[in-house]
């Protein structure tokens, strides 16, 4: 993980539930609130908040962050 990635399993699966939410509606995202909202609950998934082993993002801000700014840094080339 080069750039500090998400598992590329994890990646797999934001992407499918980001296109698969986007169909469901049959419209864009209107607000990266929206997308991060969906990207939160696919993270949350993977690494659950609760339970017996708190998950990975647990204690950060927000779980879609590393997400969207990896989304920025694609669409505005800044690699």
């Known amino acids: 993980y080069t750039y500090g990635e998400d ?3 994890i990646s797999d699966r934001i992407a499918e539930r980001v296109l698969r939410h986007q169909r469901q509606r049959g ?3 209107r607000s990266t609130g929206e997308l991060a ?3 939160k ?3 949350r ?3 659950p ?3 017996p082993r708190p998950g990975k ?3 950060q801000v927000n779980p879609a962050k590393k997400t969207l700014n990896g ?3 694609f669409l505005n080339r800044e690699l």
């Open 7 to 9: 598992d590329p399993v």
């Open 27 to 29: 419209r864009s995202y």
């Open 37 to 39: 909202e969906v990207i």
């Open 41 to 43: 609950a696919v993270k």
């Open 45 to 47: 998934w993977s690494f």
């Open 49 to 51: 908040l609760d339970g």
């Open 57 to 59: 993002y647990m204690n």
């Open 71 to 73: 989304i920025r840094v």
